[in-house]
């Protein structure tokens, strides 16, 4: 029997009114695709909660975390009280959830008292905001007549232990998760598993990075082999750029997931950037859908797709970046800067968003995140110490407050002329280009602009969108 995995965003669980809808949403697919499964975020909001409780905490704060367990008790109990008519059952499931919330009072207390949080205590307590929307979404389709189970992927998404933003181990988690769901839904029950988490081999809880729910749906996709995995959230599809952005903003009815992977590495939020690869390697269509708009076909993600005339087909953006430069007479043809400055980059963690280097061959520079200049910099004035003492490198210098605007299209690859359409647009707004790269699959083409020139940069390569 075919199998569709749904993941429902927090906004599609964020109250009462938006987890009917996804009940609607589960037993019309379930009749219509026979077998379903559900990947679920924490209700709208608590995520944010949570980080804040635990981090006012680690200043000493004892207030804000209490407010927190307040609201959180407030928000799943409203919740709870329209969804689950049954006493018995809705007492049953609300003590389940205030022990997760009993949890994070305390987990908070002993980070105020310690003055410390660690990676693995900011998982802990961001998990939780899952492991409670579980528990109420499942008691609303049970009570709908759905059976359902919430289910903790801890038991079964195996993560290496980066902390914050953690990998799954392919092998043992396609094992545990067929094991552990596969005889749910042979018995015609609907598993409900917490998007975002894991835990290590030896059961410490990790999470997947902000947004990381769509990327449990893609692995839980792919570790039962599904048919289709639905990605359900607050817009009708992925649009041609952020609607927020954008109000003439449209959905792209097809995508490929060359396109989709650039869109969402380069900033698109409506998806996150790890999701594409394991329902790649498996061929697994991915679709976007609106939980609000469910009679909306959605966008369709998949691996070819016909090319219709369109050359740039959406824009992002991505904000707080800075533009790192290493510059220098003397790199030229030395063999070996290249690979020391990006080594010294990954030696702190920071993630290199774009590289571009001037055909001189007189500076590299890249783009990482702001917060990560410090780091950055006093890690190349380290490694190429060697090279400022003779003044083979000049200089290493940060610009900040700068954003990468991205136009994404496959057409782009067999479309002469389309970087100069992207520049003439950007120019005719005069928005002054510091930097460019294409990237090496050819479906995008990113720019680096100032900051306060990023809204009216996305505006104008957006116009290109429409031809
Ligand atoms: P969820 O909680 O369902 O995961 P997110 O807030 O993470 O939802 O992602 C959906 C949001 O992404 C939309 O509400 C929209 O504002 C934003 N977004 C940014 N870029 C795009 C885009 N190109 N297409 C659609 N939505 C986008
Ligand atoms: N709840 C998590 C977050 O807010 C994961 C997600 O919603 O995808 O980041
Ligand atoms: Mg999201």
Known sequence: MPLLVMKFGGTSVGDAAAIRAVAAITEAQRA???????????????????????????????????DVDRL?????????????PDESERTAISDQVFRLINEFSILCHSVAVLGEL???????????????????????????GIPAEALDATGFVITTTHFGD?????????????????????RGIVPVVTGFIGA?????????????????GAIIGAALDADEVDIYTDVDGVMTTDPRLAPDAR?????????????????????????????????IPLRVRNTFNPSHPGTLVVQEVESNGQTVKAVTAIRNLSLITVEGRGMIGVPGVAARTFGAVASVGANVLMISQASSEQSICFVVPSNTVPQVTYALEHNLAME???????????????????????????????????????A????????????????????????????????????????
């Open 251 to 283: 959905v792209i009815p097809v995508l490929s997931y060359a396109e989709m992977g650039e869109l969402a590495y380069f900033g698109a939020k409506v998806l996150h950037p790890r999701t594409i690869r394991p329902v790649v390697e498996r061929g």
């Open 72 to 84: 959180l008790r407030e928000k799943h109990a409203a919740a709870l009280a329209e969804l689950v």
């Open 200 to 216: 290590t081999e030896q059961g410490m809880t990790t999470t997947l990075g902000r947004g990381g729910s769509d990327y449990s």
């Open 428 to 467: 005719e707004s005069r928005i002054n280009v510091i930097a460019i790269a294409q990237g090496s699959s050819e479906c995008s083409i990113s720019t680096v602009v100032a900051a306060s020139d990023c809204d009216a940069a996305v505006r104008a390569v957006h116009r290109l969108t429409q031809g």
């Open 388 to 426: 400022l003492a003779r003044r083979d490198i000049d200089r290493i210098w940060a610009r900040d407050d700068v954003a990468i605007i991205t136009a994404v299209g496959a057409g782009m690859r067999d479309t002469p002329g389309v970087a100069a359409r992207v520049f003439g647009a950007l």
């Open 166 to 186: 953690a990998r799954p181990l392919q092998d043992v988690t396609r094992e545990r998760t067929r094991a552990q769901l596969l005889p749910l839904i042979e």
């Open 118 to 144: 660690s990676p693995r205590a900011i998982d802990a307590i961001s998990s939780l905001g899952e492991r409670m929307s579980v528990r109420v979404v499942a008691a609303a389709l049970r009570a709908r």
């Open 32 to 66: 219509a695709w026979g077998q379903v499964a559900l990947v679920v975020s924490a209700m709208s909001g608590v995520t944010d909660m949570l980080i804040r409780g635990a981090t006012t905490a680690a200043s000493g704060d004892q207030q804000t975390f209490r």
